[in-house]
C-alpha cells in the first residue's frame, strides 16, 4: 500500500487497484475557441494544469498504474443531448453548431479530442460521456470494476462541474477519491479553491485532496521499495 499526505489525512491505495482518470482535458475545455470559450469563459486559466499533469501521467505509466481519460460530448445528431443542456445559457455558440475547431463538443471533432500534451497512449481507456458526471450514460463504472480498480486518483477539469460530479458518483459507488490540487483547474479561482475545500471538508466528505507533489513523491518512495 502507498500513503500520500493528504487533507484531510492520510490517502491510502494500492497502485494495482487504483485508475489515475483524467477529465475531459479536450481542446474544447483548454483551447481558445472551443466549447469553454463559448460559454464567456478564459480558457488559459486551465492550463496551468498541463505541466504537472504531464508528469503525473508519465510517472502512472511508468508505475504500471492504470490510466483512464474521459472525454465531454455528444454524438453527431445530438439525441444524447437534453435541451436542459443544450438550451442552457447564452453561449456565443451552441453544442453542435460549427465553430473555428469542428463541431462545438461533438464527438469526432478536433476540438472535442484531448489536447497534444496529453494525448492518450494506445490501449489506454477513453471514456466518451455525454453529461458531467464520468459514470453517467457511460461504462466507466463497468470498465473500473472489470479491472478490479476500487481507488481513483482524479485530475482534469473542470474542478467544479466535471471533476466534483465525477468525485461525487464514484464517491456513492465506493470508490475512494484523491483529487489532485494543481492537476484540476476551473475558470473560477475562487470555485477551484472552494471546490477542493468542499472534498476534504467534514472528515473527507466526498474524498482526499493533495497536490502532484504529495503523490508523485509517495509514488517514487514505493518504487524504490519494489
Ligand atoms: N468538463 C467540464 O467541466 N465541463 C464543463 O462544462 N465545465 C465548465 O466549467 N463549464
Known sequence: MTTVDAAPGAYTFDPATTALVII?????????EGFGETLGNDVSLLRSVIPPLQEVLATARATGMTVIHTREGHVPDLSDCPPAKLNRGEPSLRIGDPGPKGRILIRGEYGHDIIDEL??????????????????????????????????????????????????????????CLVLSDCTGSYFPEFHRVALEMVAAQGGIFGWVADSTALLSALTAQEAVA
Open 24 to 32: 475531459d482535458m479536450q481542446r474544447d475545455f483548454c483551447e481558445p
Open 119 to 176: 494525448k492518450p497512449e494506445p490501449g489506454e481507456l477513453v471514456i466518451d460521456k455525454p453529461g458531467k458526471g464520468s459514470f453517467h450514460g457511460t461504462t466507466f463504472g463497468a470498465e473500473l470494476e472489470a479491472r478490479g480498480i476500487t481507488s481513483l486518483v482524479v485530475a482534469g477539469v473542470t474542478t467544479e462541474v466535471c471533476v466534483h460530479t465525477t468525485v461525487r458518483e464514484a464517491n456513492d459507488r465506493g470508490y475512494e
